[in-house]
């Protein structure tokens, strides 16, 4: 009953997140996608690849409209994938998490996913709207971007073991530890491969609204989740393997 009712919160949480998550996206980033694809069209006509054609636009617009339609669902299926992650996560580290509440402590995990999972890798390989990258180089960039996803989050599990081994006024040597290493890994990995040839004004600001559309996933799926747990577990004993 326990172990079922952690995965009801997990899978709750998950799915709210990434439905507040492809809202805010295709209200603020579709925008954007719009512009982008606009000028992606343009060049296809220009370069003789696509003829601006009536039949063209009609199809256009169907696909345009099936993507802007699917964009909702597939945040709720990616939130309750990463949603679940983050389950697992806060019933390993609950106790150690610094917060009065399990909200607090809920989104202070948020955060600190949010940033090695993220924001860091983010910083190192910005999103672009589809009219920047070359299709030749998309898995490249595609496992670049895993890899240091994957290289600051087991950096960050390893630091953090190693702060639990480090008496009170040392723990601080583990965060400055964590970056120092993903400086270093920063420096080290490869640039992206594309020129970008796209108005700067447009990626930038479609940069920052990826960005706040993540963001409001990784807020969304603290508070919910912090709420549930609160609500729901903490009225029964908690399971010894979530300790």
């Not at 993507?67 to 697992?88: D, E, M």
């Not at 960050?156 to 190693?162: E, K, P, R, S, T």
């Given at each position: 009953m326990k172990t079922f009712l952690f995965i009801i919160i997990v899978l709750i949480s998950g799915a709210f997140a990434g439905f507040v998550h492809g809202t805010v996206n295709f209200a603020i980033v579709e925008p954007?996608?719009?512009?982008?694809?606009?000028?992606?069209?343009?060049?296809?006509?220009?370069?003789?690849?696509?003829?601006?054609?009536?039949?063209?636009?009609?199809?256009?617009?169907?696909?345009?409209?099936?993507?802007?339609?699917?964009?909702?669902?597939?945040?709720?299926?990616?939130?309750?994938?990463?949603?679940?992650?983050?389950?697992?996560?806060?019933?390993?580290?609950?106790?150690?998490?610094?917060?009065?509440n399990d909200v607090k402590k809920s989104l202070v995990l948020a955060g600190i996913m949010w940033l090695t999972l993220y924001f860091i890798p983010f910083l190192k390989y910005p999103a672009n709207p589809p009219t920047v990258g070359d299709t030749e180089t998309v898995v490249l960039r595609a496992i670049l971007y895993l890899t240091f996803i994957a290289i600051s989050g087991f950096g960050?599990?390893?630091?953090?073991?190693?702060s639990k081994k480090l008496q009170n006024n040392k723990k601080l040597l583990a965060l400055l530890g964590y970056g120092v290493f993903i400086s270093a890994v920063f420096l080290a990995m490869p640039e992206n491969p594309d020129e970008i040839t796209a108005p700067m004004n447009l990626v930038n600001e479609f940069r920052i609204m990826s960005v706040l559309g993540v963001t409001s996933f990784w807020i969304s799926v603290g508070i919910i989740l912090g709420l549930l747990w609160n609500r729901l577990l903490t009225k029964q004993e908690t399971p010894q393997s979530y300790s």
């Open positions: 954007y996608l719009d512009q982008a694809i606009g000028i992606e069209n343009q060049n296809l006509f220009a370069t003789g690849e696509e003829e601006d054609t009536p039949e063209f636009w009609v199809e256009y617009e169907g696909y345009r409209t099936w993507q802007k339609g699917g964009q909702i669902l597939a945040g709720v299926i990616l939130g309750v994938s990463v949603g679940s992650l983050f389950g697992i996560v806060f019933a390993l580290s609950r106790n150690s998490l610094p917060g009065s960050a599990v390893g630091f953090y073991q190693l």
